[in-house]
């Protein structure tokens, strides 16, 4: 299966993810592209591959607006095809239903505002990178772990994510696909 992974990030944190779903899909014989969702994300081929795995971190509720643009402008390729997202965010590492409840809004309104209907989501839990922030972001960071419940000390990084979890839900996904719908000819 050739499998095309675009992602958005801001502080590297979903890159990593990325980087290990392709190793992953990798050692399970398939094809993986890691692109960065950019400007010139023009040029991605996605005819090329048999599904298509996005993946972006929240950030005040928002992915990456480079994210948003790639799936505005190539929805109707995506949606043609077996695809997945993969949504990075504190909120899932959390308990709080709230945050769940808010989780499921901004993967609402970017389903809505990109018009493109993943298949497959999977909720992955983010990275506290304090040795990344500058000072204002460490306060917001602190801020935003205390409510989630997560006691934090700001002088070293969290990696909260279940790469088991990512592990399964990237292999599933590829098992999943029978590809393509193809539809019978009328004549
Ligand atoms: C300034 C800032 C704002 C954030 N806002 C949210 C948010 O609204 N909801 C949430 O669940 N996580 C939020 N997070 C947590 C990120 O989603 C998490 O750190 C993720 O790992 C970032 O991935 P990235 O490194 O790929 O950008 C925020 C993080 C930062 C630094």
Request: charge should be negative; glycine fraction near 6%.
């Given at each position: ?7 958005g ?18 050692k ?10 950019a ?108 409510k ?40």
């Open positions: 299966m050739r499998v095309l992974i675009v992602f990030t801001t502080e590297g944190h979903t890159r990593e993810i990325c980087h290990f779903a392709a190793d992953v899909l990798r399970a014989g398939h094809t993986a592209t890691t692109e960065e969702a400007r010139d994300s023009a040029d991605v081929q996605i005819g090329a591959y048999d599904v298509v795995l996005l993946a972006g971190s929240l950030h005040i509720g928002r992915y990456q607006p480079g994210l948003v643009r790639f799936a505005q402008a190539r929805a109707d390729e995506l949606n043609a095809k077996p695809s997945a997202f993969i949504s990075v965010s504190l909120s899932a590492a959390g308990e709080n239903p709230d945050d769940w409840e808010c989780l499921e809004d901004c993967l609402a309104r970017f389903e809505h505002e990109t018009g493109w209907t993943p298949h497959q989501v999977h909720k992955a839990e983010g990275a506290i990178k304090y040795s990344q922030y500058d000072f204002f972001k460490r306060l917001a960071l602190k801020h935003i772990a205390a989630r419940g997560q006691a934090t000390v700001t002088s070293r990084d969290y990696d909260l994510t279940d790469y088991d979890a990512v592990r399964a839900f990237v292999l599933d996904f590829v098992r999943a696909d029978r590809g393509p719908a193809v539809l019978s000819d009328p004549r």
